[in-house]
């Protein structure tokens, strides 16, 4: 499965997400587009946002994006830590 990671600065992220939801391949956005995505790259079956990184107004268009294909989002505040308290029980 391939994941969108929105927001986050550094790609470290790949292990813990293998391990919690069976990611594969990342593929990663920083928080700082300027432009609107239109849409979401092929093949997406979870999303995942920093919301401590990105702006509001990429956060509730990679929402809209997600909900209007249906793919899951994950929101995360600061880091993958949250992982481990939040989804323990996932999937």
């Known amino acids: 499965m391939r994941c969108l990671v929105v927001g986050a600065d550094r790609n470290g992220f790949l292990p813990r997400l293998k391990e919690k939801f069976g990611v594969e391949e990342v593929v990663h956005w ?3 587009i300027r432009k609107m995505p ?3 790259p092929r ?4 999303v995942v946002i920093y919301t ?4 509001h107004a ?3 268009a990679v929402k809209r994006l997600a909900r209007e294909n249906g793919v899951r989002v994950v929101f995360l505040k600061r880091g993958l830590a ?6 323990s029980s996932c999937c």
């Open 58 to 60: 990429l956060m509730y």
């Open 52 to 55: 401590g990184f990105v702006s």
């Open 30 to 32: 920083n928080g700082r």
């Open 82 to 87: 949250e992982l481990d308290s939040k989804y």
């Open 43 to 46: 093949q997406v079956g979870i």
């Open 38 to 40: 239109r849409k979401l």
